[in-house]
């Protein structure tokens, strides 16, 4: 019993020799793929960061812009206003001066034709009797 306890102790350790050569370069292995991710990482993080700090300053940029933007507008529609009461002015003014002045002028340009035809008139039946 003493043999195959030997023999069973044997193989034991052999295997265990077996399984350390296999999994010490498995580890290493493992261990350059952790600093090459790491590595790649901290290049990630760099470049990163400075898109994140180029986005903000875009962003900030845009902010401004929009801020300008908003304050054209605002301009804008004041002076759309303006001019809306200077249209509304300028068209009462008109409604007034032709108010005035048209009723006089109709009636002197139909007092000129009835004076054109009479003349004409006259001027026909003068000119027809010779």
């Known amino acids: 019993m003493a043999m195959p306890l030997q023999i069973a102790l ?28 790491a590595q790649s990482l901290a ?4 470049e990163v960061s400075l898109l994140v700090q180029d986005s903000r300053k ?5 902010h401004d812009l929009a801020v300008r933007v908003h304050a054209q507008v605002a301009d804008a529609e004041q002076v759309l206003q303006a001019v809306r009461g200077w249209t509304t002015r300028v068209d009462r003014v008109v409604e007034e ?9 109709l009636t002197a340009a139909r007092n000129f034709q009835v004076v054109y035809k009479g003349i004409a008139k006259f001027f026909e039946t003068f000119l027809n009797r010779n």
């Open 10 to 37: 044997f193989l034991a350790s052999v295997a265990i020799v077996i399984f350390v050569m296999v999994c010490i370069p498995v580890m290493l292995q493992l261990r350059n793929q952790a600093v090459q991710a």
């Open 43 to 46: 290049e990630l993080k760099a």
């Open 97 to 105: 001066v032709g108010a005035a002045i048209a009723p006089p002028i």
């Open 58 to 62: 875009m962003l900030a940029g845009v």
